[in-house]
């Protein structure tokens, strides 16, 4: 298992890292989406949504919000000229504020998963309620990582990618070699809290390391830590809940696209929570140094 995982890293790492280097962000973000409705179509199974047409009508729940996304800018540029309101441009930002929800979504969860995890898995939600969450949750993350590509110099996108793998390495080797009490026994019976520790200081290090390599002031490097070490937490718990959503349903992965992987879902579970919460904190920590 561990060896097809790491052929699969292998070769996926360096297309993923092409792919935000090289690509315009319209081309990145249109290849996250089809990943994203990959993982749509994982969700369907784990919220046992056996037929194809509602699966689809899922699907397309997605893609036409996506669309007005991408399109948002030209969306207000041909009101402004139809209606003759210039006002209209200045809404752009409004955007921005959309990652408030997903942010305390996350947040909520783990508070709810650290402290009541067995109350989680004995939730009950309504069919429609658990398509809109699935709906909410990737739809939020294709968004935020899409304009976090397009904040700024792709690089912050690669750290982003990077912190999560490196949080994920650590957690697992950290938790195999010193991990005995368990972080969430009942949800997920390998995560470890020296797991947990060994993730966060994974993301010490690389806010560390990626400060002094681009000559960030002392005081972005503060900033930049604790929002590294945060994001890595919020991943660490959008992991256990997809386990949560996993056991729930009864299945032991999302689905077997990557081998040694499983799905799509499980192996961007981490990232899914955790890119709101730093979109908004590279957000906040841009506007205050410019």
């Not at 890293?9 to 081309?27: C, D, N, Q, R, S």
């Not at 089809?34 to 993982?39: A, Q």
């Amino acid at each position: 298992m561990l060896l097809q995982r790491i052929i699969t890293a292998a070769i996926l790492i360096p297309l993923v890292v092409l792919a935000v280097l090289k690509l315009p962000t319209e081309y990145f973000s249109l290849i996250f989406a089809v990943i994203m409705l990959l993982g749509a179509w994982e969700w369907t199974n784990l919220i046992d949504m056996t037929s194809v047409l509602k699966r689809g009508l899922f699907l397309l729940l997605l893609i036409v919000p996506m669309l007005v996304i991408h399109f948002w800018t030209q969306i207000l540029e041909l009101a402004s000229i139809t209606f003759d309101i210039p006002e209209v441009r200045d809404y752009s930002g409004v955007l921005e504020w959309l990652v408030i929800p997903p942010v305390l979504f996350w947040i909520v969860s783990m508070v709810l998963i650290r402290n009541a995890p067995s109350n989680v898995l004995k939730l009950q939600l309504k069919p429609r309620n658990k398509v809109f969450l699935g709906a909410f949750i990737l739809f939020s993350a294709w968004m935020f990582l899409s304009r976090l590509h397009a904040l700024n110099d792709p690089k912050m996108t690669l750290y982003f990618l990077v912190l999560i793998w490196s949080a994920d390495i650590a957690a697992y080797f950290v938790g195999k070699k010193y991990g005995i009490s368990k972080l969430a026994p009942e949800i997920s019976p390998g995560k470890t809290i020296a797991g947990m520790y060994g993730a966060l200081g994974a993301a010490v290090v690389c806010a560390v390391g990626f400060g002094l390599i681009f000559d960030f002031y002392f005081v972005f490097i503060l900033d930049f830590v604790l929002l590294s070490a945060v994001t890595v937490l919020i991943s660490i718990y959008g992991d256990l809940f997809f386990s949560a959503v996993k056991r729930i349903r009864g299945v032991k992965d999302t689905g077997a696209i990557l081998p040694g992987h499983g799905g799509i879902l499980d192996r961007l579970d981490s990232l899914i929570a955790a890119v709101p919460l730093f979109y908004a904190g590279i957000s906040l920590i841009y506007r205050t140094i410019t």
